[in-house]
């Protein structure tokens, strides 16, 4: 569609002179919308709504936005929406505000674009939100989001992180990055911020899902940080371009953070934190929820602790451990722990309580002392010392044995 034709479609959704598709729509009535006419609906329904509402979910899954933007200028009642008459009047105040075509291209100025989810670029995964699901995402960045999408994992916690929670969580991204997975977080202060650097520290691929237009730059303090994402990443919202977060924005976000990516790390919270919302959406979305243990003395911790205690997360320590939960099953295995023995735990029993029973000085000591120390007859401590001897343990000095380190 062209520019020109797009304003008109535009015009044509706020004034009630759209294209039909049959008899003039009511409120049971279903009509086929065309292609750009639908994104522009879907367009003007993210200033009207907020996201995650899910009446409009259940009216998307099987009508058209055009239709609920035809019903919403005429003032038509929509029982499937309970919407009241003085609430339906507030939406057509704001409906009559709301320029669909400026807004993408206020977006495209910058490079970015909208995504539907007929869009071959449309994440597929987001469906598991239901009546949940996004109406439609702003995206800034290069790369397409569905494969990006495809071996992602969310890097979430505390705002207010300790040193040590920062430096887990940039080495963790950075490790993550290097194994190919693609660091997903939300640009906050903290835990997020620390993510996105260890990320793009490595040249990885990261992703921002952000409680507020694609377009603006917050929090302030992480203004450079969000426009290298953009730059090496992708920047995405729900929220059309302008729109400022608040603090309801940033739990719904965290919805989508947890749907779109293969599983969610939460590496440090306390019991009452926002972190901890995506990890519990991830876990109702059936996504594997990780956390990496703290020191127990930080309150910050404490809620990761109790995450893992009560059976919600499976504890990882490094990265390998984290693409063993989330990645291919026999191709992303975590090395193990080495836990071999070493030579001195392969002796016999005798032998190694005579090897604790020589002195470790230069000096060493005599058969006779060793007799005495162990208990041992004296040709069994000649034995086991010259068996000692022979690995490499002790060696003869004189009359003394003495342990070789």
């Known amino acids: 569609m062209t520019e020109r034709a797009e304003r008109q479609t535009a015009l044509d959704l706020t004034a009630g002179t759209g294209p039909r598709t049959g008899a003039d729509t009511g409120a049971g009535a279903v009509r086929a919308a065309l ?69 993408l291209e206020r977006l495209r100025a910058i490079g970015g674009r909208f995504l539907v989810p007929t869009d071959a670029e449309w994440p597929s995964q987001l469906a598991d939100l239901a009546d949940a699901q996004p109406i439609g995402l702003w995206v800034l960045g290069t790369g397409s989001l569905r494969l990006l999408a495809l071996r992602s994992v969310a890097l979430v916690g505390a705002r207010a992180c300790t040193a040590y929670g920062a430096h887990v969580a940039t080495e963790l991204a950075a490790a993550l990055a290097e194994r190919g997975w693609v660091v997903c977080s939300g640009a906050a202060y903290g835990i997020d911020a620390a993510a996105h650097r260890g990320a793009l520290a490595v040249g990885g691929m990261t992703v921002a899902v952000l409680a507020c237009g694609v377009d603006v730059r917050y929090p302030r303090g ?33 919805r989508v953070l947890a749907a779109l990516t293969r599983g969610t790390v939460v590496v ?49 320590t490094d990265a390998a451990e984290v693409a063993e939960q989330i990645g ?21 029993h005798a032998a190694a309580q005579l090897l604790e029973a020589i002195p470790g000085g230069p000096a060493g000591a005599s058969v006779p002392d060793l007799v005495l120390r162990t208990g041992f ?29």
């Open 35 to 103: 292609p750009g006419e639908e994104r522009l609906a879907r367009v003007a329904l993210t200033r009207l709504v907020e996201p995650g509402t899910t009446a409009v979910g259940r009216w998307l899954r099987s009508r058209s936005a055009a239709e609920l933007i035809e019903l919403v200028r005429t003032g038509q009642e929509v029982p499937e929406l309970s919407l009241d008459q003085q609430r339906l009047e507030v939406l057509r105040r704001r409906l009559a505000l709301t320029d669909p075509v400026a807004d």
């Open 377 to 405: 007859p004296a040709d069994q401590v000649r034995k086991e010392l010259y068996g000692l001897c022979s690995l490499g343990f002790v060696q003869r000095v004189g009359s003394h044995w003495r342990v070789i380190r």
């Open 268 to 316: 440090e919270a306390a019991v009452r934190s926002g972190a901890l919302s995506t990890a519990r959406r991830a876990q109702e979305l059936n996504r594997h929820t990780m956390g990496v243990c703290g020191p127990v003395t930080s309150e910050l911790s404490a809620g990761v602790h109790a995450l893992i205690r009560g059976g919600g997360a499976t504890l990882v």
């Open 222 to 254: 992480n203004s450079e940080l969000i426009g290298r994402i953009a730059e090496q990443g992708q920047l995405l919202s729900e929220l059309p371009p302008g729109e400022h977060p608040n603090r309801f924005r940033f739990v719904l976000r965290n």
């Open 328 to 348: 291919s099953i026999g191709a992303d295995l975590a090395p193990p722990r080495d836990s071999r023995p070493r030579p001195r735990d392969l002796l016999h």
